[in-house]
Nanobody, 124 residues
């Protein structure tokens, strides 16, 4: 089993920035593709970004492309999500996700593991 713990959420004004972190613990002897999925109130979970097991490949949702950077520190089993130029529509609970095989499992919102989520609120 792998446990994912997110941190870094909070409230920020529109145009501001936040950096989310997700640390993996437990069975981390294998590397994982990791990423982020968010869920706004009353809406389905929406893919945000993912990074491959090696950290060499990334993929982003169109809604955050250009404003968001995902990175991974394999030595620390930690993935980061830098969010810039935040908009009120970015308000959501952001969930960390990990997949044993490919980051496309995260993009399709079917990872092997989920974190508990961290709230991001963007005020106008």
């Amino acid at each position: 089993q792998v446990q994912l713990v997110e941190s870094g959420g909070g409230e920020v004004q529109a145009g501001g920035s936040l950096r989310l972190s997700c640390a993996a613990s437990g069975r981390t002897d294998s590397s994982y593709a990791m990423g982020w999925v968010r869920q706004a109130p009353g809406k389905e979970r929406e893919f945000v970004a993912a990074i491959s097991r090696s950290g060499l490949s990334t993929v982003y949702a169109d809604s955050v492309k250009g404003r968001c950077t995902i990175s991974k520190d394999n030595a620390k089993n930690t993935v980061y999500l830098q969010l810039n130029s935040l908009k009120p529509e970015d308000t959501a609970v952001y969930y960390c996700a990990a997949a044993l095989s490919t980051y496309y499992n995260i993009k399709s919102r079917a990872p092997d593991y989920w974190g508990q989520g961290t709230q991001v609120t963007v005020s106008s």
